[in-house]
């Protein structure tokens, strides 16, 4: 498979690195040469099987729209964006192209929010609840979308909306907290990021996945198959237990 990264940053260079690792072909562009997505043409375009995106805010959505317009199919793991989802989401399906998004393609977090599901049922039970989210001094969108999903999954399990506290420290890979608290007792749910491999992994996994589909999806939806298609280790047999013989007499 041939990827197209957009983006110059640290998370890009390690979906190329990934990406070479699964022995995909990569080739990256910038911003500096990708100003408003004009260097995203029908002709460039045409070279890649699919998309990624980790660059800013204020470049992603011509991005999206330049490859959408030429039915390139994308991941994008850059956030700020989501109050474009659903004019987005109209041009996905008129493109009759496959598109992912997340907020975050780590599977553990995705694994974190699925926990978070169930922990929300604390609320009805006179706990009240905060989000706390924590990254590098050059994150550029505050709250992060990974702390507004999680507002989100709570809020649909159970209809509260929490408040977030973002923070912005050093180089801080990142660092999400769900907390719980009662006049008795603090129970904490948390996830922390120890690099951003994790994310990059995820992503290029993802371009892996949506070969040979086509919609709109949240990578939360489907995270959990990725695996589906992995060859499962055969189970070894334990040898059964020798009887000793007695000999007759």
């Known amino acids: 498979m041939r990827i197209l990264v957009l983006g110059r940053g640290k998370t890009c260079a390690l979906v190329a690195e990934i990406a070479r690792l699964r022995g995909h072909d990569v080739i990256g562009i910038g911003s500096a040469e990708n100003s408003n997505g ?3 043409t029908a002709r460039f375009l045409a070279d890649s099987d699919v998309v990624i995106d980790f660059t800013t805010p204020q470049a992603v ?3 999206i729209e330049a490859c959408l317009r030429c039915g390139s199919p994308m991941v994008v793991g850059t956030t700020g964006w989501y109050a474009e989802l659903p004019r987005i989401r109209q041009m996905v399906e008129r493109s009759r192209v ?4 997340g907020s975050n393609f780590s599977v553990g977090v995705n694994l974190f929010f699925e926990i978070a599901r169930s922990a929300a049922s604390l609320l009805a039970r006179e706990y009240e609840g905060k989000i706390l989210e924590r990254h590098h001094v050059h994150k550029k969108d505050a709250p992060s979308g990974t702390a507004v999903m999680l507002q989100h999954v709570v809020h649909e399990a159970t209809g509260a909306a929490l408040p977030i506290t973002s ?7 990142g660092f999400h907290s ?3 608290e009662s006049a008795s007792d603090t129970i904490t749910l948390a996830h922390d990021a120890k690099s951003r491999r994790g994310f990059a992994e995820g992503a290029v996994r993802a371009a892996e996945w949506l070969q040979g589909r086509k919609g709109f999806y949240d990578f939360r939806d489907i995270f959990c198959d990725l695996d589906k298609d992995k060859p499962r280790p055969r ?3 334990a040898a059964a237990p020798q009887r000793s013989r ?3 007499k």
């Open 38 to 40: 004009q260097a995203l």
């Open 167 to 173: 923070e912005r420290e050093g180089e801080v890979v």
């Open 61 to 63: 959505v011509s991005n």
């Open 98 to 101: 496959g598109f992912v998004y």
């Open 246 to 248: 007695r000999r007759a």
């Open 178 to 180: 769900l907390s719980f």
């Open 235 to 237: 189970r070894r047999l």
